[in-house]
């Protein structure tokens, strides 16, 4: 059995330990503002195009940490400009530009390192660079994962700003005097310093999974880019740790196991996210059903109630729901208090819910009718769907479009909201014709035009209004009535009649 609590306490295994935490950090924050961009293929460009930088630089001044990190970011950046040129400049697709750029760096990378190899003394494994050796990082491979990451962090906190504009609104930021490009090429530097300082951890095949995995999946945990920003560094030193303790353990090799480890968590994340994970999505979908079987058994026993007959049996057979669904339904609605306890009479909350229905029903087949231009054998199972997913909100405003119809390409009279006229008096301009509606919200209202001896169905026009008031010629009598009153009125404007 390995003793791991010993094994971590060994220099090498610090080392290792630390510079894992680094990178994972480092490569989290920077990998949100990657990701946003759309620059996933940048990366793993720029993390394959370093090779011919470390191999300039082996040759110039041999094995020295500060000559690859020199050489590659060079590199790195020599891609980038490359990459940038030929985008803007060549008639050539993104995707194509970038992979032309660094299979041509990462060839000639592999074809030095090769070369310089054979000789004898030379100490240059392709399979270090292309995998990383965590277990080897020495104490300056270490300070300067520490610097670039450092770096890094105070690079984002200081230009947040200006990251954050470009990327999610570059037109904007132009307008506003941010150097978009500057700033592009800025990521891209801080990108080949994260590349470069991830070399001995992960190595430039894998560092691309520690750039997109952690920052992908806090995109998924949430929608603000500060907190999206903490959870993928959380989550790329989360796998850093837990990644190369699973390689000792295991004894395999730390970078895959890191890379591994990180898409692990990624896929916990899409099933179990609170928002975005499947389980939530499958979770919302079957509430979703529950909703509209329910809703739909509500409606069901409104309309059947205004025929004077409720059978249940017959209701689930024309519904086709199933009677396990049909208990569960009824059980719902009295526990809404829509239904009473005792057989299937709705309650005056149930009523003004099933009226609500109704009125999304037909206002959204007067809609595909009016203004959409469908027969009316073709709307039906559209506003069936629709009915239980338009708010209040939105049938208002279909109801003002449709100038408040009171009846729907059927036939059938179209309920209008509790508490509110489809069409208030009020709204009626100067000089319009307007007719008295019959349908009427309250006593009070009804008891008032009964007052001013103002019958259903006769018409008025009106002659002036004010702050307080308005003023009807009504049959030849001129008619004052308070504003406040005048907006609880239901009229029919002339035309919708």
């Known amino acids: 059995m390995i003793d791991l609590f010993h094994i971590l306490q060994e220099t090498w295994?610090?080392?290792?330990?630390?510079?894992?935490?680094?990178?994972?950090?480092?490569?989290?924050?920077?990998?949100?503002?990657?990701?946003?961009?759309?620059?996933?293929?940048?990366?793993?460009?720029?993390?394959?195009?370093?090779?011919?930088?470390?191999?300039?630089?082996?040759?110039?001044?041999?094995?020295?940490?500060?000559?690859?990190?020199?050489?590659?970011?060079?590199?790195?950046?020599?891609?980038?400009?490359?990459?940038?040129?030929?985008?803007?400049?060549?008639?050539?697709?993104?995707?194509?530009?970038?992979?032309?750029?660094?299979?041509?760096?990462?060839?000639?990378?592999?074809?030095?390192?090769?070369?310089?190899?054979?000789?004898?003394?030379?100490?240059?494994?392709?399979?270090?660079?292309?995998?990383?050796?965590?277990?080897?990082?020495?104490?300056?491979?270490?300070?300067?994962?520490?610097?670039?990451?450092?770096?890094?962090?105070?690079?984002?906190?200081?230009?947040?700003?200006?990251?954050?504009?470009?990327?999610?609104?570059?037109?904007?930021?132009?307008?506003?005097?941010?150097?978009?490009?500057?700033?592009?090429?800025?990521?891209?530097?801080?990108l080949s310093f994260a590349v470069v300082a991830s070399l001995q951890t992960v190595g430039v095949i894998l560092v691309v999974a520690m750039l997109i995995t952690p920052a992908a999946t806090a995109l998924l945990l949430s929608d603000k880019m500060e907190r999206v920003i903490v959870l993928s560094a959380g989550i790329g030193l989360l796998s850093a740790v837990a990644g190369l303790v699973l390689a000792i353990i295991l004894n395999t090799t730390p970078g895959p196991a890191i890379a591994v480890t990180a898409t692990f968590f990624y896929l916990l994340v899409v099933m179990f996210a609170p928002k975005k994970g499947l389980v939530a999505k499958a979770i919302r979908r079957r509430q979703l059903k529950l909703r509209i079987d329910?809703?739909?058994?509500?409606?069901?026993?409104?309309?059947?109630?205004?025929?004077?007959?409720?059978?249940?049996?017959?209701?689930?057979?024309?519904?086709?729901?199933?009677?396990?669904?049909?208990?569960?339904?009824?059980?719902?609605?009295?526990?809404?208090?829509?239904?009473?306890?005792?057989?299937?009479?709705?309650?005056?909350?149930?009523?003004?819910?099933?009226?609500?229905?109704?009125?999304?029903?037909?206002?959204?087949?007067?809609?595909?009718?009016?203004?959409?231009?469908?027969?009316?054998?073709?709307?039906?199972?559209?506003?069936?769907?629709?009915?239980?997913?338009?708010?209040?909100?939105i049938l208002s405003a279909v109801d003002e479009k449709l100038g408040y119809p009171q009846l729907d390409p059927h036939g059938s009279p179209i309920p209008r909201s509790k508490g509110k006229p489809a069409y208030p008096l009020s709204k009626i301009p100067v000089g319009d014709v307007a007719v008295l509606s019959t349908d009427q919200d309250g006593t009070y209202v009804s008891a008032r035009l009964w007052e001013e001896k103002m019958m259903a169905g006769t018409t008025f026009k009106v002659i002036h209004r004010d702050d307080n008031q308005l003023q009807l010629d009504y049959e030849g009598r001129t008619i004052s009535l308070p504003f406040q009153l005048a907006d609880q009125i239901n009229v029919v404007p002339a035309g919708t009649f």
């Open 294 to 393: 329910r809703e739909d058994i509500l409606k069901a026993i409104y309309r059947s109630a205004q025929k004077g007959q409720v059978a249940s049996a017959e209701l689930r057979e024309k519904l086709d729901i199933s009677l396990l669904n049909w208990q569960r339904g009824i059980k719902q609605l009295r526990r809404h208090k829509w239904l009473e306890n005792q057989g299937l009479k709705l309650t005056a909350l149930g009523e003004e819910s099933a009226r609500r229905l109704v009125r999304a029903h037909r206002l959204w087949e007067t809609y595909l009718a009016t203004e959409v231009g469908l027969d009316k054998e073709q709307i039906h199972i559209d506003a069936e769907r629709h009915e239980h997913l338009l708010p209040e909100a």
């Open 13 to 190: 295994a610090v080392r290792a330990l630390l510079a894992s935490s680094l990178v994972g950090i480092m490569c989290g924050i920077l990998g949100c503002f990657i990701v946003l961009r759309n620059m996933s293929l940048v990366g793993d460009a720029l993390a394959h195009a370093i090779l011919p930088g470390v191999v300039v630089a082996f040759l110039l001044v041999g094995y020295s940490t500060l000559a690859f990190f020199t050489g590659s970011v060079l590199a790195g950046l020599l891609t980038a400009v490359g990459i940038t040129w030929i985008q803007h400049r060549v008639n050539t697709k993104n995707d194509a530009a970038i992979g032309i750029v660094f299979t041509a760096m990462f060839s000639l990378g592999v074809i030095g390192i090769s070369y310089i190899s054979r000789n004898q003394g030379v100490h240059l494994d392709l399979k270090d660079f292309l995998f990383g050796n965590v277990l080897g990082v020495a104490d300056t491979d270490l300070m300067l994962t520490g610097l670039v990451t450092l770096y890094v962090i105070l690079s984002v906190v200081v230009f947040y700003r200006y990251l954050f504009v470009s990327t999610f609104q570059p037109v904007v930021a132009e307008t506003m005097g941010i150097p978009v490009r500057l700033i592009h090429y800025f990521l891209m530097l801080l």
